[in-house]
């Protein structure tokens, strides 16, 4: 099994910052693909951020130049260092690796996701 546990959310004004972190723990093999999604009231899960293993980055358009997306592989983690956030970015914020658990055994794993609220 594996588990992703995120942190690092919470309230901020806009124009804040806020760095969040998702560590993977448990049977990992190597990790491929970690991406961080959100999920606000009401709409769909969308993607914010991804980065591959080799450290290739790709963004949502709308936190372009706001957010960067970084990885550890030697521990398993990823981050997402929000800067100038803005209302809209209020959401739960989930996220998602592509797993070898081993090298023949893949699967898709979520956290439980962690509350970003940017008030104006």
């Known amino acids: 099994q594996v588990q992703l546990v995120e942190s690092g959310g919470g309230s901020v004004q806009t124009g804040g910052s806020l760095r969040l972190s998702c560590a993977a723990s448990?049977?990992?093999?190597?990790?491929?693909?970690m991406t961080w999604y959100r999920q606000a009231p009401g709409k769909q899960r969308e993607l914010v951020a991804g980065?591959?293993?080799?450290?290739?980055?790709n963004y949502a358009d709308f936190v372009k130049g706001r957010f960067t997306i970084s990885r550890d592989n030697a521990k398993n983690t990823v981050l997402l260092q929000m800067n100038t956030l803005k209302p809209e970015d209020t959401a739960v914020y989930y996220c998602?690796?592509?797993?070898?658990?081993?090298?023949?055994?893949?699967?898709?794993?979520w956290g439980q996701g962690t509350q970003v609220t940017v008030s104006s």
């Open positions: 998602n690796a592509d797993v070898l658990v081993t090298p023949l055994s893949r699967n898709n794993y």
């Open positions: 980065i591959t293993r080799a450290n290739g980055t």
């Open positions: 448990g049977t990992i093999f190597s990790i491929n693909d």
